[in-house]
């Protein structure tokens, strides 16, 4: 005997679903035959109601649709990611959103990233700043400096910082004179990533007189990134640094001093050793000779 109940339940379902299949079809064969129609409203806003389709591959193929489209879906986009009450529709349209790259997104991403209840929406958001670029530069920046945001917040806006990298020189430049800690911390972290792209010297000199900034964090984080760059012409401050009256930017000068690997450290790492206090900065001293030698 046939379920007559459960069918009803389950029809609804599916003719969404063939309904959607159907506008996908349609819209695809519009797109590849050029024909689309790009200020047709109401099929823009039934390709963005599709994203929260219960089927993966459907909701991806939705998002790559209105990619295809482009720039004239980031308004309905826009919308959804701020007011729509299915979580889903509102993550996708973030995703949506950086595959299209549409500079003008900019402030309705950052409102998300701050005020979105869903943390997948706020790192979507990020990661759409993070691929429109340049644009997005300021308003992270201004993230950064901010003294009230939680620590994700600020960890994402330095992330989505190093992502855009070279882009974001010239704000860079300007930054690193910021009076906020933080911001001058995460810039470091991006002319890093500059400077893994694009090695020149006006970059090592910042990442260079970093290591006497007042701040520890941004000692320690500068250290990092010439360590990891393997800055060779650094050694010199590093090796200043083992004298420092703060333990951890005597730890972070001993492994930076390790990974650039220079054997003329060793004599340095090993008189600091001799006056090294600390049993677990001992160990990172003894660990850095040893990995030189």
Known sequence: MVDSNASTEIDPILLAQAETDALLRK??????????????????????ESL????GMTRLRCAETL?????????FLLDALANHANVVVRRAAA??????????????????????EDTVVKGSSVGALA?????????????????DLP???IGHAAWALAFIG????????????SDSPVVRGAVVGAIAKVAQEEPKDELFEILVKSLTDVDVDVRCEAAAALGNLAYKP????????LDSGDGETRRAAALSLMKVGDRAAIEPLQAALAKESEAAIQGVIKLAISQIK
């Open 234 to 241: 650094a050694i010199p401050n590093l090796i200043e640094l």
């Open 95 to 116: 995703k949506t959103i950086t595959l299209i790259a549409d500079p003008i997104a900019v402030p309705n991403l950052i409102h998300s990233l701050l005020n979105d």
């Open 67 to 75: 990619a295809e489209i482009g720039e004239a879906a980031t308004p």
């Open 131 to 147: 691929r429109i670029g340049e644009p997005s530069v300021k308003s992270l920046l201004d993230i950064l400096a901010s003294t």
């Open 151 to 153: 620590e994700s917040t």
């Open 27 to 48: 819209v695809t064969e519009q797109i590849d035959l050029d024909t689309f129609d790009v200020n047709d409203s109401e099929t823009l806003q039934l390709l963005v």
């Open 166 to 177: 070279a882009q974001a020189k010239e704000y860079l430049y300007q930054a690193i004179a």
């Open 52 to 55: 929260g389709d219960t089927r």
